[in-house]
C-alpha cells in the first residue's frame, strides 16, 4: 500500500510539470500563430488511450500510456517524430520554420520558463500558506548521529554542527547540506567544548559510494502514543514517557532502543522512564520482532522549532530566491557525477518515487513537486538534441550567426540525442534496480 501512495504521488506530481511544460510551448506558438498539431500528456507509441479534437480545432489532445513525458507537436518543425513528410513540402505561414528565429528559440524556451515560474510559484505560495519551521542546530541537545563515512573523517555521535568554512550551519538542509560537502573544514560543539573536522578532498565521492548518507538527529525515546494490546500497553506505559535505560544500562536515542529492543526478542527487560518528571521503572517483552509497540515522538516534536513566516509582499521575492538556489544548487551538484561513485548513484523512477512519503501530505507533495519542477527545467535546457535545450542552442546559433542549420543536421542530432536519451533512460532505471536487488 505505501509503494502504491508513492506511485500515484508521482504521477499526480509528474502530470501536473508536463502539462504545465507542454503548456508553455503551446501557449508561445499561439502566440506567434504557429499551428499546433498535437497536444499530448504522457507518451503514445503504437496506440492512444484517450484522445479528441474540439470542433473547429486544428489541435489534437489527448493522453498517452508512457508516463515518461508528453508533447507538443508543432507543424513545421524538426522534433522527436521525425516526421519529415510536411518539412518536403513548400513553407507554410503558420508553419514553425517559417517564423524568425527569436521566435523560434522563445517558443522552444516557454517550456523550461514555466517550469521554473511553476517551482517559483509554489515556493512562493507554500511560504505564504505554511511558512518555514526548523530545529536551530545549536538547540539540537543530544547532537547528531553520522553515518561511517562521516565518522572516518573525524564526526562522533552527539556533535553538534555549528559551521562549514566559517558559514554558520542554523539548519539541517539541502543548502547546508552543500555547505558541509564542499567545505575543507567543519566546526562542531563536542561535549559543551568547539572541535574542528578537517574533511579530506574525495569526502563527497566517499559519501556518494557508501549511500549511507551524513547525519541525523538524535532523538530521545518519548512515547507519542501506545498501541493497544502490545508489550508497551501491557507495562502500562503512557504517553509523553521519555525512556531513559534498559536494565540499569543509560541509553539515549530512539536507534540505540530499538537495537536493544531488537536484541532481546521475547526476552524480559527492565526499562526506566521518566514521566511528569518522576522516575519510573517496569519490566516489559519486546515482540518477536523486536518491537514493544509505540509511535514515537519526531524530532520536531521533541526539540524547539523556529517559525518564519512571510506575507504576500515577502512570500514571492522568497520564493525567487529559494527557486534560483534549488536551480543553482541542483546544477552545481552535478559535478559530484562525472566521478565513478556519482555516476553509480544515478536514479530513475524508482529513486524518484522514494522522494514522496508512505502518505499524502499536501504541503510536502508541494515542495517535492516543486523541486522536480526545478530539476525538470534544469535537464531540459541542457543542450542535448531531441530535448529543449539542444533546439535552443541551434536557434541561438542562428540567431547569432543568422545562419540556419540544416534540416539534415538537425535530423542527425535528433537521432543521436535520441539514442543518447534512451540510454541515460535505461541506465539510470536500470541503477534502481541494481541497487534494488543486487547490493
Known sequence: ????????????????????????????????????????????????????????????????????????????????????????????????????????????????????????????????YYGEEYVPLHKVSLG????????????????????ADGKTLKRLDEDNFRNILNAKQVLVNRAGDLTMVQL??????????SNEGFTSYRIPFVVREVMPETPAFGAGLQKGDSVV??????????????????????????????????????????????????????????????????GVLKSIPAGIKKGVKKFTGYASDMKHLMSKQGAESIGGFGSITQLFPPFFSFEIFLEITAYLSVILAFMNILPIPALDGGHIAFLTYEVITRRKVSQEVMMTAQKIGLLLLLFLLFYANGMDVVRAFFR
Open 144 to 163: 547528531m548521529s553520522f553515518s561511517e563515512v562521516a565518522k572516518k573523517q573525524g564526526f562522533q555521535d552527539g556533535d553538534i554542527l555549528i559551521a
Open 245 to 310: 535505560s534498559v536494565n540499569d544500562d543509560v541509553l539515549c536515542t530512539q536507534d540505540e532502543f530499538s537495537n536493544v529492543f531488537l536484541a532481546n526478542k521475547n526476552t524480559q527487560i527492565m526499562i526506566g522512564f521518566y514521566r511528569h518528571g518522576d522516575f519510573l521503572s517496569t519490566y516489559i517483552t519486546p515482540d518477536s520482532a523486536g518491537m514493544i509497540g509505540v509511535y514515537l515522538t519526531p524530532f520536531y516534536e521533541v526539540y524547539p522549532t523556529t517559525k518564519v513566516t512571510y
Open 200 to 209: 579530506t578532498e574525495d569526502f563527497p565521492q566517499q559519501l556518494i559510494a
Open 1 to 128: 500500500m505505501d509503494i502504491l501512495i508513492k506511485v500515484l504521488q508521482l504521477l499526480a506530481s509528474l502530470s501536473i510539470l508536463v502539462l504545465i511544460h507542454e503548456m508553455g510551448h503551446f501557449l508561445a506558438a499561439k502566440l506567434f500563430k504557429v499551428r499546433v498539431e498535437k497536444f499530448y500528456l504522457f507518451f503514445n507509441p503504437w496506440f492512444t488511450p484517450i484522445k479528441f479534437k474540439p470542433k473547429n480545432s486544428e489541435t489534437e489532445y489527448g493522453i498517452g500510456w508512457l508516463p515518461l513525458g508528453g508533447y507538443v507537436k508543432l507543424a513545421g518543425m524538426v522534433d522527436e517524430s521525425m516526421d519529415t513528410n510536411q518539412l518536403n513540402q513548400p513553407v507554410q505561414d503558420w508553419e514553425f520554420r517559417s517564423k524568425p528565429a527569436w521566435q523560434r528559440l522563445i517558443i522552444m524556451a516557454a517550456g523550461v520558463i514555466m517550469n521554473f515560474v511553476l517551482a517559483i510559484a509554489i515556493y512562493a505560495a507554500t511560504l505564504f
